[in-house]
């Protein structure tokens, strides 16, 4: 019974984060597409262009494999690079 009890907390957390982070409040939504121009480009001095160009107002770089938690944000550029710090992909969320 804990556990049933700790499990719906745990979703009724996550549920609330969700929809709460969803840009739903007249917050800029990412264009992934408009920084698609970046990939193959060095990260160190390209963060804030890219930012600027999907329109996003958060960015989260990370290495290809790094664990990144799962919560969503409409407002999110998501910058993927290799361990030279070339970036390999990017993606709204």
Known sequence: MKAI???AVLLSGCATATSGSSGGDGAMMCNANAAERFVGLPLKGNEEAAQRAAG???IRAYVTGDALTMDYRSDRLNIETD??????AVSCS
């Open 5 to 7: 009890l700790a499990a």
């Open 83 to 88: 361990p030279n710090g070339k970036i390999v």
């Open 56 to 58: 996003a107002q958060v």
